[in-house]
């Protein structure tokens, strides 16, 4: 079965922590993504990465950064917490061949106080 | 860039009710793949079914059947005889490959919650 693990379902951070996000996938895949979810406005990319070291930006990138250094794993980092970004973060992967569906982790709800 | 719109927001039906879910999408991509996903109560997504933008032919597996119309970007996803069971949201989303740095972008609409009573 494949599998996208995102280290945390429920975090609590204060206003202008810098927080980590992690996901590791098992199935080799090239694509990462992540997204967070609001009500009303379903699910909104921020990030994805198509290789090691490789980013891109999605929709709404801004507070938000990326990282990759290995095919495995991918972290979204919030640079520097703010309430607006309380939220379901979740995190994706798939085969590089556009045809591949994405697989989701469970997500992880993070609340900024 | 690449939109995916759901104008349904929420859809109740009573069991056994066939009910269809809209999704109209935006590219400039000529190939293309658009996606159907379901999030239980549970939370995780799941995919269910996925088109190609060359091939229209529409096609049924099992109590679900989808409609691709390129002429009129649309792909909607009709449930047939819906159970209990069914009651989630549904996102359609559509996949495009990013020329200028690579890669696929995956593109999710805002998702239509079904509520489906006994």
């Known amino acids: 079965d494949v599998k996208v693990t995102q280290s945390s379902r429920y975090l609590v951070k204060r206003t202008g922590e810098k927080v980590f996000l992690e996901c590791v996938q098992d199935?080799?895949?090239?694509?990462m993504f992540w997204y967070r979810q609001d009500p009303g406005l379903g699910l909104r990319l921020i990030y994805f990465?198509?290789?090691?070291?490789?980013?891109e930006k999605g929709d709404i990138p801004e507070g938000y950064s990326v990282s990759r250094e290995k095919k495995e794993r991918f972290s979204l980092i919030l640079e520097s917490a703010s309430t607006n970004q309380t939220s379901m973060y979740l995190c994706?992967?798939?085969?590089?061949?556009?045809?591949?569906?994405?697989?989701f982790g469970q997500g992880t709800r993070l609340t900024v106080v | 860039a690449q939109k995916v719109t759901q104008a349904q927001t929420e859809i109740s039906v009573v069991e056994k009710e066939d009910v269809t879910l809209d999704c109209v999408y935006e590219?400039?991509?000529?190939?293309?793949?658009l996606f159907w996903y379901k999030q239980p109560p549970s939370g995780e997504l799941v995919f269910l079914i996925r088109?190609?933008?060359?091939?229209?032919q529409n096609e049924i597996s099992g109590r679900y059947s989808w409609n691709f119309q390129k002429s009129t970007s649309s792909f909607n996803f009709t449930i047939t005889a819906s159970q209990v069971v069914d009651s989630a949201v549904y996102f359609c989303?559509?996949?495009?490959?990013?020329?200028?740095?690579?890669?696929?972008?995956?593109?999710f609409g805002t998702g239509t919650q079904l509520k489906v009573e006994l």
């Open positions: 994706a992967s798939s085969f590089s061949d556009r045809r591949s569906e994405a697989f």
């Open positions: 199935m080799d895949h090239e694509n």
């Open positions: 990465s198509y290789d090691v070291k490789m980013k």
């Open positions: 590219t400039r991509d000529t190939t293309y793949y």
């Open positions: 088109r190609n933008s060359f091939d229209e």
């Open positions: 989303a559509l996949s495009e490959y990013i020329l200028t740095g690579g890669g696929n972008k995956l593109t």
